[in-house]
């Protein structure tokens, strides 16, 4: 009976991994900035092939994400990837975009060469990061910081 309660529900049989992040913090995630130079043809190619219209649509997107502050996108990709909460900066700038920009931007990065690896596992941790967002840049508490 528990063979069959584990294969029908393989989940109830094991410990909770949802919490266990992709790449953890420090050496290991600063080792994803390595690029060869296949890699970086890779991406060159990756890129050069996108649709015009859709290259505007992201360029448009990435300007309103400029950098605020000390935060960059590869904090936002930091907190996927690690699940270290990024700064409330970091948050109004994700929720000033908006979440179709924010979505398609973490399309494109999780398909350059470096991060493509971890495509199909960051879904999830992609929306958790825009919920969390979206949630401290409308709490009352922080309004206080920040004005949309």
Same mark, same amino acid.
């Given at each position: 009976?528990?063979?069959?309660?584990?294969?029908?529900?393989?989940?109830?049989?094991?410990?909770?991994?949802?919490?266990?992040?992709?790449?953890?913090?420090?050496?290991?995630?600063?080792?994803?900035?390595?690029?060869?130079?296949?890699?970086?043809?890779?991406?060159?190619?990756?890129?050069?092939?996108?649709?015009?219209?859709?290259?505007?649509?992201?360029?448009?997107?990435?300007?309103?994400?400029?950098?605020?502050?000390?935060?960059?996108?590869?904090?936002?990709?930091?907190?996927?990837?690690?699940?270290?909460?990024?700064?409330?900066?970091?948050?109004?700038?994700?929720?000033?975009?908006?979440?179709?920009?924010? #979505? +398609? !931007? $973490?399309?494109?990065?999780? =398909?350059?060469?470096?991060?493509?690896?971890?495509? /199909?596992?960051?879904? #999830? +941790? !992609? $929306?958790?990061?825009?919920? =969390?967002?979206?949630?401290?840049?409308?709490?009352? /508490?922080?309004?206080?910081?920040?004005?949309?």
């Amino acid at each position: 009976m528990t063979t069959l309660v584990s294969y029908v529900y393989p989940s109830s049989g094991q410990e909770d991994v949802d919490d266990e992040p992709l790449v953890h913090p420090g050496r290991e995630f600063d080792s994803l900035d390595a690029i060869s130079p296949a890699s970086q043809d890779y991406n060159i190619y990756m890129l050069e092939n996108l649709p015009p219209k859709y290259k505007m649509y992201l360029e448009t997107c990435m300007d309103k994400m400029e950098p605020i502050g000390k935060c960059g996108f590869d904090d936002v990709i930091k907190e996927i990837l690690t699940n270290e909460p990024v700064s409330r900066e970091c948050c109004l700038k994700v929720v000033i975009a908006g979440k179709e920009c924010y #979505l +398609e !931007i $973490n399309k494109l990065m999780f =398909r350059l060469y470096q991060l493509k690896r971890f495509a /199909s596992q960051v879904s #999830l +941790e !992609i $929306n958790e990061v825009w919920n =969390r967002c979206s949630a401290e840049v409308e709490s009352p /508490s922080s309004s206080d910081d920040f004005a949309i």
